[in-house]
């Protein structure tokens, strides 16, 4: 795992497009398909801005995953994950995606577990775009984690750190509004891509990226496993660093 530095989060969110997007490339350029995982939240903002601008990606040959999505709230929900990615990533392409797997929160989430599940095991992931909670959370995988199960989506419950976050976010209006599960990725299926990117700007997750990269490997910041993973880089603002 390695970490990169720079003055602004949107030149942190610009460079980790750039690269995401070399990785798709060479992928689609070697296999003639890429498979990739796309994160959401306020710490993408800016990446997918740029992710969407890059040039010369055949969009029509990728098949994209949801990465974690609330149980219980529906598609017009504005904290909605699956409105989020329509907005701000799929609808904006320039070509339609080959396949863009949604988790419906709505529904059954055991089943919606096993339905993306089975989808997401036809074949490696290229790249998996991702962030860090302020809690050290990967995905809606909250301390304590599941580091060992290796069932690619779970339903998970979210702490109160992280519903605090969401409401800090502005993505509700107060702390019971948010959902106390999720659907979530699980950290082993995240480890299994081959390049992640992980964009992580703001002072208020400075504590949680210095764990994750110098602290010890721990279910209990569960962005740490991140260190188990060769290709893995870290883009972050002089803020989000501040404590490195």
């Not at 610009?14 to 690269?19: K, P």
């Not at 798709?24 to 969407?52: C, H, N, P, Y």
């Not at 320039?94 to 709505?106: I, M, Q, R, V, W």
């Not at 700007?201 to 740490?224: F, Y």
Request: hydrophobic share 40%; charged share 20%.
């Amino acid at each position: 795992m390695k970490h990169v530095i720079h003055p602004t989060k949107q030149q942190s969110g610009a460079q980790a497009a750039s690269e995401g997007a070399k990785a798709i490339r060479k992928a689609i350029e070697e296999k003639g398909s890429a498979r990739i995982i796309v994160a959401t939240g306020a710490s993408q903002f800016d990446m997918l801005s740029a992710l969407i601008k890059e040039s010369d990606i055949a969009w029509d040959k990728v098949t994209a995953f949801h990465l974690d999505e609330y149980v219980g709230i529906p598609i017009t929900h504005p904290a909605s994950f699956r409105l989020y990615l329509w907005q701000r990533f799929v609808s904006q392409l320039a070509l339609p995606l080959a396949s863009f797997t949604y988790l419906n929160g709505e529904d059954d989430p055991q089943a919606q577990c096993k339905i993306a599940g089975k989808l997401i095991a036809q074949q490696p992931i290229d790249v998996a775009f991702v962030g860090i909670g302020e809690n050290g959370h990967l995905a809606f995988n909250d301390p304590p984690a599941d580091f060992e199960t290796t069932e690619p989506y779970l339903v998970v419950n979210l702490d109160e750190a992280c519903r605090k976050q969401q409401l800090g976010e502005g993505w509700f209006p107060r702390l019971d509004a948010v959902p106390v599960q999720a659907i979530s990725m699980s950290c082993q299926q995240i480890l299994k891509s081959k390049t992640i990117i992980c964009t992580v700007p703001d002072e208020r997750k400075s504590l949680a990226v210095k764990q994750a990269i110098q602290g010890p490997v721990t279910n209990q910041l569960p962005a740490s496993i991140l260190q188990q993973h060769a290709n893995t880089t870290i883009y972050l603002d002089e803020a989000a660093a501040s404590k490195l």
